[in-house]
């Protein structure tokens, strides 16, 4: 037998094994699919379990991820499911050394949320989506409005369009045309300044050595975000299914 062949051998046994050891399944949703730019078919599900009588399909939580609590909060969602949030604390504690009201404090520690838990194209978007029913109607505005304004400078505040998107998208990127539409609407809107405001303390060069702890914002969240108490995804809210992905990303249906 060649090299090759006793290889080619040795990976089908491994993999078998690793079959029989797996109690269960894990079909990826067509989302994560294409972000691998992988348009086959998903997995077949009753092929697998056929080859594999002790696996089902996941519906349950996911072993690989830590649990989360029956009633889920915002905190737990940065304990448990979104990745480093160092980010999104430098500009909520920015914004407080400026004085920037607490419910734009709030908004400066949750404009990235779906960057670091959900999706991360039209993160503003998704972002504000996943907080609207638990916060003031401006700070979901503003959230949204972030992601659009970053693109557009604002002398009067000394905002510039950011030198890192020259180097990460190139000299002649331009937004999307609906992003061009939606920031000529949100330029005249009432709420633009606070929508700008994130983008100013939207900080991108830290100091490394500042170190910030979500629990310095416990009070802020707990006077500005509605927690709901069933937890977040289980509050029969027009996002919680949103919330519910994120506890459990691999379910099966
Ligand atoms: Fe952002
Ligand atoms: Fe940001």
New binding site residues.
Partial sequence: MNDAASLMQRADALEEKMSRELDYIVVKSRLYSLAEGDLNPPPNANALMAANPNAQVLMGDDPRLPPMPEKPTLLDFFKYRFGPAAHLLQSARHAVNAGLPEKMVLACLL??IS?IGFIRGD??YWGAQLVEPYVDEEVTWAIRA??VL?FYPDESVGYEYPQSYVKAFGADYRPDQYVEDDYQRMRNHKWYMSGRMITVH?IYSFDPKVHVELEEFTDVIGRNFRQPEQGLGFDNSPVAHMWRAMIRPAKYL
Wanted: hydrophobic share 0%; net charge negative.
């Fill in positions: 404009h990235d960057t993160h503003g972030h992601q970053r939207d």
